[in-house]
């Protein structure tokens, strides 16, 4: 947080008029400041949104994205929830307002994932489940919800995958884990002790560990083979998993391709015995 406030106050005796109107709001609301489009910085510094283009250029950056995503990246990995939950309504005007603009916040994190996205990195993911002996996925809190997702549709398609959810049970899970079994590790800002104890053990055993997290910052990174990069800072109380989500729909659609012929006649066999059930409506 300090290298990026504090080259915005070495610059100050440099700054004209409007600049300096936007340092003053910058420097007084670090909290909420980060999640701010071009359009509300604008409009609570009382300048103009070329104005605050400008201003990130003037500092060092290529522009308001990158300019932005240094000040978040600095910011939420401090912000308690409670801090989180009170920054929603500095930027949000009204609760209607703020619904669209959620939607649009989702769309825009989507786009930024896509535009950033390593494609190799999400190659040699998916050659790395698709040859994985044992899969095992570990998540704690709010992200067991996407390990979850995950491991339902892995397991589906290899019946070897498991969802390591309770702490407790991480050094038991991996006792027996080799270089022939794969760790996907998620985890994202405020990032989860647990998590990385894992991911850390599993490399020390020669697994192959896959890291899916948020930013290059991420302290799941040193840890991992694969890295594979989704944003989901969110001016709320809670973690935005709309883009992280995506990445999952993207990778077990790409294993699916890719075993395709293999997989038909699993899944074939599955739909046999549901219908055996009856496991759907109707």
């Known amino acids: 947080m300090q290298e990026v406030y504090q080259n915005i106050t070495n610059k100050l005796p440099e700054m004209s008029k409007s600049q300096r109107k936007i340092a003053k709001y910058v420097l007084g609301n670090t909290e909420s400041v980060p999640f701010f489009t071009v359009g509300q910085l604008a409009k609570?510094?009382?300048?103009?949104?070329?104005?605050?283009v400008r201003f990130s250029t003037f500092l060092g950056y290529s522009g308001y994205p990158?300019?932005?995503?240094?000040?978040?990246?600095?910011?939420?990995?401090?912000?308690?929830?409670?801090?989180?939950?009170?920054?929603?309504?500095?930027?949000?005007?009204?609760?209607?307002?703020?619904?669209?603009?959620?939607?649009?916040?989702?769309?825009?994190?989507?786009?930024?994932?896509?535009?950033?996205?390593d494609i190799k990195a999400f190659h040699q993911a998916v050659e790395a489940i698709i040859n994985a002996k044992r899969i095992f996925i570990v998540a704690n809190r709010s992200a067991v919800s996407l390990g979850s997702f995950l491991e339902f549709y892995l397991d589906l398609l290899f019946e070897n995958t498991e969802l390591i959810r309770n702490?407790?049970?991480?050094?038991?899970?991996?006792?027996?884990?080799?270089?022939?079994?794969i760790v996907i590790g998620l985890s994202f800002a405020r990032y989860t002790k647990n998590t990385i104890d894992?991911?850390?053990?599993?490399?020390?055993?020669?697994?192959?560990?896959?890291?899916?997290?948020?930013?290059?910052?991420?302290?799941?990174?040193?840890?991992?083979?694969?890295?594979?990069c989704s944003p989901s800072e969110m001016p709320s109380y809670i973690d935005s998993f709309v883009a992280p989500l995506s990445l999952l729909?993207?990778?077990?659609?790409?294993?699916?391709?890719?075993?395709?012929?293999?997989?038909?006649?699993?899944?074939?066999?599955?739909?046999?015995?549901w219908e055996r059930f009856k496991i759907f409506y109707g």
Not at 101 to 108: H, K, P, S, V
Not at 168 to 181: A, T
Not at 252 to 264: H, S
Request: glycine share 4%.
């Open 44 to 52: 609570m510094a009382g300048v103009s949104e070329a104005t605050v």
């Open 66 to 117: 990158e300019w932005q995503k240094a000040m978040q990246d600095s910011v939420k990995r401090q912000l308690t929830t409670v801090e989180r939950l009170k920054i929603t309504e500095d930027i949000y005007d009204s609760e209607d307002k703020a619904v669209y603009e959620m939607f649009q916040a989702e769309i825009n994190r989507i786009q930024k994932m896509a535009d950033q996205f």
């Open 167 to 181: 702490p407790n049970g991480i050094s038991e899970k991996l006792f027996r884990i080799n270089e022939e079994d």
């Open 198 to 228: 894992a991911v850390s053990f599993a490399k020390d055993r020669g697994a192959n560990v896959i890291a899916i997290t948020d930013t290059s910052l991420s302290p799941l990174i040193p840890y991992a083979n694969i890295v594979l």
């Open 249 to 273: 729909n993207a990778l077990l659609t790409a294993v699916g391709r890719k075993k395709r012929k293999e997989i038909e006649k699993h899944l074939t066999d599955i739909e046999e015995v």
